[in-house]
Antibody, heavy 121, light 110 residues
Framework: EVQLVESGGGLVQPGRSLRLSCAASGFTFDDYAMHWVRQAPGKGLEWVSGISWNSGSIGYADSVKGRFTISRDNAKNSLYLQMNSLRGEDTALYYC??????????????WGQGTLVTVSS | QSALTQPASVSGSPGQSITISCTGTSSDVGSYNLVSWYQQHPGKAPKLMIYEDSERPSGVSNRFSASKSGNTASLTISGLQPEDEADYYCCSYASSSTLVFGGGTKLTVL
């Protein structure tokens, strides 16, 4: 059974940093691209970032480019999102998603339950 | 990276069919066969309903179908059931390892 478990969310002040993690199990992690998708309270889904199976292809939404960094550790079956210079508009539930393929292009066939990030003073 | 355009809401009666549109540009929806659709019930994670424009994952009801013409993709739900009431999102690959979602459509089953 595929499982994606996010962690690392919490309350953080504007301008500070936070690192999210996603622990994957139930599939061959290093065969698939992975993504972060967020959803602000009461709002729609927003794609944040994606990374290919070998970290060779990485993309970011314009809204986080230069502030967020996605990475993965295939030996630990884990995905990460380093979030710097956080803003109030980054407040959201952050989902980890598994891509259908090895490149971050095809969409998400499995999702975690999300970790909540609240940016507020 | 502009969001794809979806109607904010659609509605239908049980047994009827509805269609949700998703309009992008020639840089995303119109350039790749990589549109996917997701269903999200309140408080739940999204669920993949369609991938690669019109492919249905195993386990998804054949009442869900999708198509694309030019820069507009469409999701059709036939034989509406109460449990279909949810938010629906389209998503497209948009080049350079980026993806973009639509704003979402709230489906109400009357």
């Amino acid at each position: 059974e595929v499982q994606l478990v996010e962690s690392g969310g919490g309350l953080v002040q504007p301008g500070r940093s936070l690192r999210l993690s996603c622990a994957a199990s139930g599939f061959t992690f290093d065969d698939y691209a992975m993504h972060w998708v967020r959803q602000a309270p009461g709002k729609g889904l927003e794609w944040v970032s994606g990374i290919s199976w070998n970290s060779g292809s990485i993309g970011y939404a314009d809204s986080v480019k230069g502030r967020f960094t996605i990475s993965r550790d295939n030996a630990k079956n884990s995905l990460y999102l380093q979030m710097n210079s956080l803003r109030g508009e980054d407040t959201a539930l952050y989902y980890c998603g598994k891509d259908l393929g090895g490149a971050p292009t095809r969409g998400f066939d499995y999702w975690g339950q999300g970790t909540l990030v609240t940016v507020s003073s | 990276q502009s969001a794809l355009t979806q109607p904010a809401s659609v509605s239908g009666s049980p047994g009827q069919s509805i269609t949700i549109s998703c309009t992008g540009t020639s840089s995303d929806v119109g350039s790749y066969n990589l549109v996917s659709w997701y269903q999200q019930h309140p408080g739940k994670a999204p669920k993949l309903m369609i991938y690669e424009d019109s492919e249905r994952p195993s386990g998804v009801s054949n009442r869900f179908s999708a198509s694309k013409s030019g820069n507009t993709a469409s999701l059709t739900i036939s034989g509406l059931q109460p449990e279909d009431e949810a938010d629906y999102y389209c998503c497209s690959y948009a080049s350079s390892s980026t993806l973009v979602f639509g704003g979402g459509t709230k489906l109400t089953v009357l």
